[in-house]
């Protein structure tokens, strides 16, 4: 169906960030599912020593450190075909007194060039390749794609292996990581919520259009993650950003609400909210959950809020997270506190935290989080985005925020000339941003990020990076 008039100007003038729904293209290797431990060395992470209970590592490395991730655009390869969810090779031996020459994609354990399904040259100290080897549809491994499966890492089918002609120094795997905070619990659980390094996802929500229409031009500006809630839990997400609507023109009050990319309706709300509930009944994960944005339904034309609309969505939250709900009176939130530690909220079997975006629906219910601050540039521009972070996460937290919590909202924001000349897409400025996200959490954002919240999250690897660095500040206590 062409795209409406109507859609591309309600794209446009409400500016919206997003992306394309996923399609995949099989890839002809069959997807392997490990359950091991995790060692993680890097010349910016220095080694975490484990004992390892399994047969083996998941990540392993003499020096430097490589790893596996998505290319969220599509590939237009000849013949007019195209390629979906490329693997990408990433490298970074800076710390390496020898620079291995060659990187290459496996679909098992790198023990041999010989197994190697494509390689390459290694021509710079750090950097990246795309392949032309689509991660393919796959499930989740390790019992995950459905229901609740096996403790600890496992990998999904791509691997990357480096080293010089004759060895395979180094090694890595595209992984989920449904329970790592469990996993890690003896190092982090000191550890106040605002001191953890949290992975997260902007507009968390934007996955898949469950609605009468899709076209490209919404797909394109609207759509941020092409993996479901379940999934962003299963890789190991734990703080979602969503903008939530309300519909009056619903009969049922559970159907009134929605998931948007600002005007643009996504998803209904309960769903995905049951999928959370659902992880939470079977895991011993804490998760983040923030209410950020109302962009329909929820306030007069005066800017009032309606109180019946925020009522039927708080009592939707106490209903679904009942048991769950870590209520902020019973915690420290006070201004200028890190808040309460993991081991406090799972001590209290507490561990779904609600933040709210109205400061006076807040101030009336006093069980709901306070506005967790997001540190957003609102800009286009890549270099401008990172100049902005750069400051901004250095001067996190503000002593005076009422919320132990700071999100870095590591995106660049389309303009309205964007949308309406349908310039780009949301995975192009992903792909332009994340790389780069990847480099900052691991060097100048280190010691101060908090949450750090991105777009098409496969294409960084800030879910392992925050684990790590997670477990090394926690080392400092």
């Known amino acids: 169906m062409a795209a409406s008039v109507y859609a ?9 960030g997003a ?12 997807p392997v599912s490990v359950s091991e431990s995790l060692i993680k060395p890097s010349r910016i992470i220095r080694t975490l020593k484990r004992v390892s209970t399994e047969k083996h590592v998941l990540e392993k490395s003499s020096c430097g450190r490589v790893w596996v991730t998505v290319h969220s655009p599509e590939i237009r390869l000849a013949h007019n075909q195209r390629l979906l969810d490329a693997v990408e090779l990433n490298w970074d031996f800076n710390a390496c007194s020898s620079v291995p020459r060659q990187i290459g994609l496996f679909d098992d354990r790198p023990t041999s060039w010989n197994n190697v399904l494509a390689l390459f040259l290694v021509t710079s100290v750090e950097g990246h390749i795309i392949t032309n080897i689509s991660l393919g549809e796959g499930s989740l491994p390790g019992g995950w794609e459905a229901g609740v499966g096996g403790r600890g890492p496992h990998c ?30 003896a190092q982090i659980n000191n550890l106040r919520i605002g001191d953890l390094a949290i992975a997260g996802t902007h507009n968390a929500g934007a996955w898949r259009f469950d609605t009468e229409i899709s076209t490209l031009s919404r797909d394109s500006f609207v759509l941020c993650q092409d993996r479901s809630i379940w999934a962003q839990l299963v890789h190991g997400i734990r703080y979602f950003d969503f903008r939530i609507a309300y519909y ?94 993991l081991q406090t909220l799972i001590n209290a079997d507490k561990r779904l935290l609600f933040s709210y975006v109205d400061n006076a629906i807040v101030n009336e219910n006093n069980w709901l989080w306070p506005i967790l601050p997001h540190l ?21 937290p503000s002593p005076t925020a009422r919320s132990p919590l700071f999100s870095a909202m590591a995106q660049t924001t389309p303009t309205v000339l964007d949308i309406l000349f349908l310039r780009g897409s949301l995975r192009e400025n992903a792909d332009d941003v994340n790389r780069n996200v990847t480099t900052r959490l691991a060097t100048m954002w ?32």
Request: proline share 5%; net charge negative; aromatic share 10%.
């Open 19 to 30: 992306t394309i729904a996923l399609s995949f293209a099989p890839h002809k290797a069959t």
């Open 446 to 477: 280190r010691s101060q990020a908090n949450i750090v919240s991105t777009d098409f999250f496969l294409g960084n690897d800030v879910i392992d990076l925050s684990i790590l660095i997670s477990v090394e500040r926690a080392s400092r206590l």
């Open 156 to 185: 999904l089918w791509p691997w990357v292996g480096a080293g010089d002609m004759q060895e395979i120094q180094s090694y890595n795997c595209l992984k989920i990581q449904p329970t790592w905070m469990e996993d890690n619990a």
């Open 248 to 341: 009056d023109y619903y009969q049922h009050e559970d159907d009134r609400y929605w998931l948007n990319h600002n005007l643009i309706r996504v998803r209904p709300l309960v769903p995905l909210l049951r999928e959370i509930r659902k992880f939470l009944d079977t895991t011993k994960e804490v998760v983040f959950l923030d209410a950020h944005h109302f962009p329909v339904g929820f306030y007069e034309a005066s800017g009032a809020p309606l109180r019946h609309v925020h009522g039927g969505l708080l009592r939707i939250i106490q209903r679904e997270f009942g048991p769950h709900l870590a209520l902020a009176r019973d915690f420290s939130t006070g201004a200028g506190t890190r808040g309460p530690t």
């Open 8 to 16: 591309v100007l309600a794209l446009a003038v409400t500016a919206l």
């Open 376 to 396: 957003w540039a609102n800009t286009n521009s890549p270099t401008h985005l990172f100049t902005y972070l750069d400051n901004a996460i250095s001067n996190s």
